[in-house]
């Protein structure tokens, strides 16, 4: 869309906002609120009768009206109806937005009040009465505003306020509502019941101990729920309300996926019978989006969990739940009237269960006979909506669901690949336009018909379910517009009178397809519906092709996944997926006929019935990295299919409901290997407890120790010396040891990590996570020799730079693995691939048995000992053990002294205990032929394939990869049997839960595991903005532990930036100091020559008439901005700032094209200016840093994303020495959010102030002249930068 025409959108809401922008500059944008409640209901009215209501909403929102001016006098007792609608709207907005949870803490004193006041106005609305505002109708806005504001509530229970109160609207009170019959049997299910019921209807009534205001409350709360059920069944007839229905289905569907919220609301939806009740009513088609949700709810009302107790059932389970139904039915029946209820009687329990079979028996019955079962069978006979008789087809339909169990659908029928109805489906479509448009002129809120991920889960099962849906809807996404670029690129027609497709262009990723044949069909295993294998061939002609293409569909390898297309003139019709498995290479130079063998998926082909293959005519390619969707997915099915695989003592806190607490064990004695450098370093490191007892033994240069800490402070730290070494002879086990000293909640970190159980370390910018992580590894590796410890991170970069920590450390090499993509970039001479491993331990094979043929010849053993593992070990043991055997037994003088000194020199100084020194010697032979033990098996193992297996289940004691290939690899994994015993992941915050899942299900003996991270920076990225927003994809296991309100460690002394340039985020964190004495000395204690001040805010008003602006679809440039960016970097190459020293960042894609257009214009061609180290969005900087940071904020109309509070504190925590920040003062100033930072930038004026003085690399003219320049615009600094050059 042209860009004018935007332009002329935004100044008619601007417009629009005029006279509300004049009422907040009155009453509350300034030092004092000024209440006036005919103002609110004047802007409520103005605002809901509007055609812009969602661009006035957003106005309203950034100008505080809620924070500085409704809440303020709302806990004031000022509220009116008016207040209570704006404060829901308010909130809404904040949520929509994923603002909210900053705002909770305001409402912790009043929000009883709020959620009471809008129960009240909701429940009015609900039975008829009317709700104005002036001259405006409120009713459909009370009630899309009210469900909404009850979405946000329950999104939110990690809130204690929050959840105290909405906890009472599905509480048991609400069973009052339910079928007397029914509601006796359910409180006899359970035997607490009873007692809590009886005790909860004191309530309902005024007495000594509940005042009348507290009895209508309790009232109010208690009817809440069941009459949004009967209005939502009514409201389904109406075409007006179907989004209200869709938003109270959604709302229904949150509350159905928590355990909490779900215990007593799921046996009223039951009884109510909700879903029949709405289907009946249904005034929209199928594939509309509130029939969709209905669905949805009714598989999360038979989700397999008890009700009440919310244990999960397993298949068996639910039959077994099932027959006892059936037989219990039947017995009722039975003594009721053995003759009149015969079919039932007598029908087997596998009839009863099936729904046609059901069907076919109560069909013949008469009117009063179907009644009679019903009741049995604890079923309505008068619908709890209108309180009529139910219709005799809704009693069948519901006796039938009542028998029915539908155990989790069928999983072996998920299939990874995601096909047409999928990719080119509504809900695809809506989560990539899931933005709102801001000419909606009706309130209404964004709604998509995916699962969400929330703080609780109801199993194992149900998380896996979730997670496989929203990631093959992501998945999805980015093939639907791979398909469509390719389609397009095609351009396929069908020829007159035939059904041929001719293609009249061409792409590299796509090609037609000369054959598709379906060559092997394997029949189904044992138990199972879909076929066990499904192999086809496919051909393509290359020979119309250039040589570049030729060779890029010849490097298609093995597991590579490939993707199916029926295309005809129209596009896409069919979409399938397959996996290669193996290349069929053209036979001949002149043949240009590429084969591929593939695996059809089965579930895919079971399902379609007609000839869908014979269709297909196009084969499209992905890149490698994007193909790691299909394992992702199958590994999902795989262990959806199989019992809980997750360790039990781990799985209540990962699902959400387990005691936060109980994942941690008391503290006890840890060994803490060469964590500290000192005496001195370890008495520091425990100052909080009473006291800090070391043994003597401790070495004080190079301490190697265990720690037993204490329950309380009041007790006595002590410190005992492990494993020291002999340090006068340091030839025999050359010992790497920690330099680091560590800060008291570093060494807190590695101390929690080295106990069983769950470990959370949060790590601020610049606080030593990869140090922490790192140390935390080596102490694992030394303390537990027997396990494996498997290290994770989010990307290949932070692998590397982890693992180059690690190979620094004192942990042998060969215990080393490196997996996955990446190993190459690691700055090692050392190879840690299985390839390289492999190697390595055959050229330390060659080395090993050189040193035992040196041994033996030092021995005068006759004999070639070189030539085999097994020879050297035969000669440990007939002549290595012997000799020191008698040793020990004082018949013979150390025997391998002569060996010792041809190898290292002088064996015994002067004043040394020799017979400690032979021992030590010794322990060197033993090392020696341990390690050429471990290495004789890759003598026996021929094959590549059988030596990795080895190496990764005997031989690796460290493997590292990221998340996506664990996920990956993970079924292979849990095949080979691998001990893994430790779980140690960095960057934890920036992966999905459901990748930090997967690697935690690997074994049942996993004692400990170590998420470390940073919840405020950026979460996991998500690239469809519905499945990101909608259904917080983007949340990470980390982020959502910490909101469970699981104990953490956070480290508090940032070594990265200045303090000044640190107390810009130094809020978000509980106790974030700077590490005395680096920040404050060097560098970081003199100021940034040629700038007035090391950090500051810059106003950029509009360059050239213009401000933001947005070429295409959400790409935000900025050419002011731009500009003066690139002279500030200018400028400071000009006075002897290093290229490699800058990093220019901006919070759009869009900028960053302009910035490096311009950047490429004047400065890419000169050698004295260059090009800076990087030009990046602040997302791709996260993990990185840079001397100096130039930041673009880019937006003058909209704030944008940079009010995702995380995002700015990446954005602040990037620069070490200096930070200048460019953006509109008057937009960013205004933001809640930002106002913190914003202060602190400000306080140096909004105007670039520069310094005339002698370039950056001169430090002898410390006493110069210091002339201030204050730059007043892009101009201007533009002129200055010409002027130097």
Known sequence: MPPKARQTRATKAENDNASIEKLAAKHWQGKSAKWAATVV??????????????????????????????????????????????????????????????????????????????????????????????????????????????????????????????????????????????????????????????????????????????????????????????????????????????????????????????????????????????????????????????????????????????????????????????????????????????????????????????????????????????????????????????????????????????????????????????????????????????????????????????????SEQDFLKRSFELLQLETAAELRTEIQEAVRRMQPHEEEGTDEVIFDGWTRMALPLSVLDVVAVQPPRVGEQVPARVQARLKVDLSSYTDSIKAEWTQVRPRDVLILLAVRQSGAVRVRGCQVESVDMPEDEGSSVLGFRVLLDPAQYARDKNNVYGELNVVLRRQAQESSFKPVLETLRQLADSPPTLPKWLAPVVLGYGDPAAVRQEKDTVFMGDTFISIEHIKESFTEYARVDVSEDVDTEAPMVEVEIPADTTGTVLVRSVGQQNSKLPWLHQQKHNMLSFTPAQVQAVAEAGQRGLTLVVGPPGTGKTDVAAQIVSNLYHAHPQQTVLLLTHSNQALNQLFERIVALDIEPRHLLRLGHGEESLDSTERFSNAGRIESFLERRRELLEQVQALADSLQVPGDYRDSCESARFFYVAHVRVRWDAYLRKTREFPFTRYFQEQKGTLFPEGCDEEAVAHACFAYLERLFDEVAEIQPFELLQSARERALYLLKRQARVVAMTCTHAAMRLGELQQMGVRIGSVVMEEAAQVLDIETLLPLTLSQTLERVVLIGDHNQLPPVVKSPGLRAFSRMEQSLFARLIRLGVPFVELDCQARARPSIASLYRHRYRSLGDLKPLVFQGAYAQPNPGFAHVLQFIDVTDYQGQGESEPSRYFYQNLGEAEYVVAVYQYMRLIGYSAEQVAILTTYNGQRALINDVLNRRCRPYEQFGMPRAVSTVDQFQGQQADFVLLSLVRTRNIGHIRDIRRLTVALSRAKLGLYVFGRRSLFESCFELQSAMQMLLANGDQLVLEKTSLAKDTKNKAAAKEPIVVEGVEAMGKLVVEMA
């Open 41 to 458: 209901d004047q802007i409520l009215e103005k605002a809901v009768g509007s055609s812009t209501l969602h661009t006035q909403l957003q106005w309203l929102e950034r100008q505080q009206y809620l924070e500085q001016y409704l809440w303020p006098n709302y806990s004031k007792g000022r509220q009116n109806d008016s207040t209570v609608i704006s404060c829901m709207l308010m909130i809404n907005e904040k949520y929509e937005q994923g603002l909210l949870t900053t705002m909770w803490t305001i409402f912790e004193t009043g929000f009883e009040d709020l959620l009471d006041d809008a129960v009240q106005l909701m429940m009015r609305v609900l039975n008829g009465d009317k709700v104005r505002v002036g001259s405006v109708d409120m009713m459909s806005v009370v009630r899309m505003a009210g469900v909404q504001f009850l979405i946000a509530c329950f999104g939110s229970m990690e809130t204690e306020s929050v959840r105290t109160q909405c906890m009472q609207l599905v509480g048991l009170a609400i069973w009052y509502h339910m079928e007397e019959e029914t509601r006796g049997f359910m409180l006899r299910k359970v035997p607490q019941l009873p007692k809590f019921w009886k005790h909860t209807q004191k309530g309902f009534v005024e007495n000594k101990r509940v005042s009348k205001a507290e009895a209508e409350k309790n009232c109010r709360y208690r009817d809440f729920i069941p009459q949004l059920l009967r209005d939502l069944a009514k409201q389904c007839a109406s075409l007006e309300y179907q989004m209200y229905c869709a938003k109270v289905l959604e709302l229904l569907v949150d509350l159905e996926s928590q355990l909490p919220t779900r215990r007593f609301l799921n046996p009223l939806l039951q009884d109510f019978e909700i879903v029949e009740e709405c289907r009946q009513r249904m005034a929209v088609t199928e594939d509309e989006l509130c029939v969709q949700l209905l669905k949805r709810l009714d598989s999360r009302i038979q989700f397999p969990v008890t009700d009440v107790t919310g244990h999960a059932q397993s298949a068996a389970q639910m039959r077994e739940r099932q027959l006892e139904r059936i037989s219990r039915w039947q017995l009722q029946a039975f003594q009721a009237d053995k003759e009149l209820f015969e079919p039932i009687v007598i029908a087997s329990a596998a009839q009863l269960g099936t729904t046609d079979s059901l069907q076919a028996l109560l069909e013949p019955m008469e009117m009063k006979q179907v009644q009679q079962l019903a009741r049995m069978a604890f079923v309505r006979t008068q619908s709890a909506i209108t309180g009529e008789e139910q219709p005799r087809e809704m009693l069948i339909r519901s006796l039938c669901n009542q028998m029915h169990v539908d155990v989790l659908g069928e999983r072996e029928m998920w299939s990874p690949y995601p096909d047409e109805k999928l990719v080119f489906g509504k809900t695809v479509g809506m989560a990539e336009a899931y933005n709102r448009s801001e000419e909606k002129s009706q309130l209404g809120y964004a709604l998509l018909d995916v699962p969400k991920l929330g703080l609780q889960y109801l």
